[in-house]
DNA sequence: ATATTGTATATATTATATATATACACAAGG
DNA sequence: CCTTGTGTATATATATAATATATACAATAT
């Protein structure tokens, strides 16, 4: 598994390990079981303390994506990933739903609106 | 118009001022163009400094709750609909930028975002 | 045993939010 | 005018939270 960080970019490490950890289960580019960097490993080869790959993994440990054991690893949890995404999306839709209908109200258009998304879209991060 | 502040409560100073200048003009207990208490007088009152009176005028202003004259004092403004309009939308925006963020984590496409959008738009009456 | 793994504690650094003091600029009324 | 009351601008202090670190500890594998 590949991760990089930017230095230029103002989000934190651990949140650019995390994020781009998740989209490799996402996308599927890794399985259950599959063993990920040793945080001492990752933190060598990203130039970073520990602690801060530490972080990232604790993190992603707590919201159900991969599982530490000591002396071992860390490992892709054995989880549905695909049902999370769904169950993520529908939260999103949930969201979505309430501004579809501030949008509405405020007499914004489903083009505007599509096109504040866009643009918001491709903002670079 | 009397304004009280607790400092038990962790909520800021000027936060708390706002919110009652904010409730008076819910509930039409002062009309646009009424004085309000000068940051000075306020701030003495108070017993903070004008600095923390000012920036809750500031904020009021920037919203578009009151206008400040140099000189004169402040005062309630007439609730301008289009001003509010641009705030709500500006708000519409932040939670959007949160959810484009998590749709880029999920794998999402700007296609399929757009979709969502269209469906939800189109489906409520 | 020794090297590799994750963990825990205490701490430093940075950024942001909140509040302040003080000097400045404009307006009104004696 | 000029004094007093108004809002404004600048530079700063203080507190809190977010981010990142160093280092010592504990469990596992070989």
Redesign the interface.
Known sequence: MNIFISNSSKEPIYEQIK?QI??SI??GEVQEGDLLPSIRQLAKDLQISVITTKRAYEDLEREGYITSVVGKGSFIAGQNMELI?EK??QL??E???E??????E?D?S?DQ??E???L???EE?
Chains 1, 2 share one sequence.
Do not use: F
Request: charge should be positive.
């Open positions: 994020k998740k989209q996402y996308r995404r993520r999306i999103i839709e969201r979505l739903t501004i579809v209908d501030e949008c509405k405020l914004v489903l609106l599509k504040i998304i866009e918001l879209y491709k991060r």
